[in-house]
């Protein structure tokens, strides 16, 4: 059967006008919108770069104390070995032996050495900073006979017998082993020298500044590079 074609026109669907006034906010605020989530966008990307700069400097902070509180043991034993220079150089002002012994300053590395390498210590890093310590010794035993030369009046009159006083120098080369042992990470970590810094730049009392550059001395060859 044919197919009769309609004759009525058809009708197009009519669309509500929207007021010019309210296509404009619209358009503004979709505009505004997309200018907060840019922002938004924006502050949360870098956001995590600053958090994680502000993490960074923390733990680099941290590392910093940690590294303090490992070396303070080896400060301390530092300034009891230097406190023991003076009655080293009162007693070979009297006696009349040299500054230098370079057989006992060996024999004091060695045993030193054999005592890291007995305990698991890197003896290398032990022979540097046993070493570092005779040389502060040293700085300070010349600075006063060079002081008593000049003014003899300043010069001792007495002074103990070296054989009291090397037990004790003794003693304190042993817990500095153990102590650097302790240390050793920090000995061979890329921050190592800011962290001697501190130490060298730590007030010990009664120090005199004779006393303070040597250690300076003492602390020189800590460090692995």
Same mark, same amino acid.
């Given at each position: 059967m044919p197919r009769t074609r309609s004759t009525k026109k058809s009708q197009t669907p009519r669309h509500s006008t929207i007021p010019r006034s309210l296509a404009g906010a619209v358009v503004l605020g979709l505009t505004l919108t997309g200018i907060v989530a840019s922002g938004q966008g924006a502050i949360?990307?870098?956001?995590?770069?600053?958090?994680?700069?502000?993490?960074?400097?923390?733990?680099?902070?941290?590392?910093?104390?940690?590294?303090?509180?490992?070396?303070?043991?080896?400060?301390?034993?530092?300034?009891?070995?230097?406190?023991?220079?003076?009655?080293?150089?009162?007693?070979?002002?009297?006696? #009349?032996?040299?500054?230098?012994?370079?057989?006992?300053? +060996?024999?004091?590395?060695? %045993? @030193?050495?054999? *005592? &890291? $390498?007995?305990?698991?210590?890197?003896?290398?890093?032990?022979?540097?900073?046993?070493?570092?310590?005779?040389?502060?010794?040293?700085?300070?035993?010349? #600075?006063?006979?060079?002081?008593?030369?000049?003014?003899? +009046?300043?010069?001792?009159? %007495? @002074?103990?017998? *070296? &054989? $009291?006083i090397r037990p004790q120098l003794d003693s304190i080369d042993t817990a500095l082993v153990t102590a650097i042992g302790d240390a050793s990470a920090v000995a061979n970590d890329a921050r190592c020298s800011h962290a001697v810094d501190s130490e060298r730049d730590r007030t010990y009392p009664g120090m005199d500044s004779l006393e303070r550059k040597a250690v300076r001395v003492a602390w020189a060859s800590f460090c692995a590079s």
């Open positions: 949360a990307a870098d956001l995590p770069s600053s958090i994680k700069q502000s993490s960074d400097a923390h733990v680099s902070s941290q590392h910093r104390v940690d590294d303090a509180d490992t070396l303070d043991p080896i400060g301390s034993l530092v300034a009891q070995r230097l406190a023991l220079a003076t009655p080293v150089a009162q007693s070979k002002w009297l006696s #009349g032996k040299p500054i230098t012994d370079p057989v006992r300053e +060996q024999a004091v590395v060695d %045993e @030193a050495v054999a *005592l &890291a $390498t007995k305990d698991g210590v890197d003896p290398d890093l032990v022979a540097r900073v046993v070493r570092a310590q005779i040389s502060a010794s040293k700085v300070v035993q010349n #600075g006063l006979f060079t002081e008593w030369k000049h003014n003899t +009046q300043t010069a001792p009159t %007495e @002074a103990p017998d *070296l &054989a $009291t």
